[in-house]
Every structure is written in structure tokens, then in C-alpha cells.
Nanobody, 127 residues
Framework: QVQVVESGGTLVQAGGSLRLSCIVS????????MAWFRQAPGKQRAGISCITWRGDSTFYHDDVRGRFTISRDNAKNTLYLEMNHLKPEDTAMYYC????????????????????WGQGTQVTVSS
């Protein structure tokens, strides 16, 4: 049984930093491309960052590029999202997702490529 569990979300002031973690079990973590999505109130869930299974290629949405860093520790089955210079518009539920079509790239991936999802962790940025 695959389990995806995010943690690290909390209330933080604008300009602050957070690190989200996502632990995956029940599959061979180092064989899967991984991604972070977020969903703000009243908005659709959107992909914000992706990393290939080797960690040699990453993708960032324009809204977070230069402020967020995705990484993974395959020995710990863990995905990370380092978030700096947080803004109120970063307030959202953040989800970790496993790409289950065994693609070793991030470009062009769609929502449908991700078959396992966590329950999310809430990030709230106050102004």
C-alpha cells in the first residue's frame, strides 16, 4: 500500500521561510519522478515544482522560481520543498504527488500523470 505523507506546513510571516517534507512508502521511491502541487482557496490545484527520480532535472512554476527549491533524499524516501521569501499569495494547501507513468522528465507532465497523492499540508503566510 502506497502512502504519501506531507508535513511542515504552518503559519509564517511574509518574508519568512519554511521547509516542507513528504515521506513516501510502499513503492521504490528512487524510481519515480515527484512533484509539489498547491491549491489556494477558490482556485484549482496547480503544479509548482517537479524533480526527476535521479534528481538531475527540476521544474518550477514562474510564481515560485527563484524562491522555492525542490530536492529529494532517495535514501530516506523523502521529498522536500524549501520555500523562501514567502508571500501571502503562497497561502495554500500543499500536496506531494508521485508520477506513476514512469516518466523520467518533468516538462509537459499533466495532472493525470500523478497517481498517488498525499493529504496535504497547510501553509499560511500572513502579511
Amino acid at each position: 500500500q502506497v502512502q504519501v505523507v506531507e508535513s511542515g506546513g504552518t503559519l509564517v510571516q511574509a518574508g519568512g521561510s519554511l521547509r516542507l517534507s513528504c515521506i513516501v512508502s510502499g513503492l521504490t521511491f528512487d524510481s519515480y519522478t515527484m512533484a509539489w502541487f498547491r491549491q489556494a482557496p477558490g482556485k484549482q490545484r496547480a503544479g509548482i515544482s517537479c524533480i526527476t527520480w535521479r534528481g538531475d532535472s527540476t521544474f518550477y512554476h514562474d510564481d515560485v522560481r527563484g524562491r522555492f527549491t525542490i530536492s529529494r533524499d532517495n535514501a530516506k524516501n523523502t521529498l522536500y520543498l524549501e520555500m523562501n521569501h514567502l508571500k501571502p499569495e503562497d497561502t495554500a494547501m500543499y500536496y506531494c504527488a508521485v508520477e506513476t507513468n514512469r516518466k523520467d522528465y518533468c516538462a509537459g507532465l499533466s495532472f493525470a500523470d500523478f497517481g498517488y497523492w498525499g493529504q496535504g499540508t497547510q501553509v499560511t503566510v500572513s502579511s
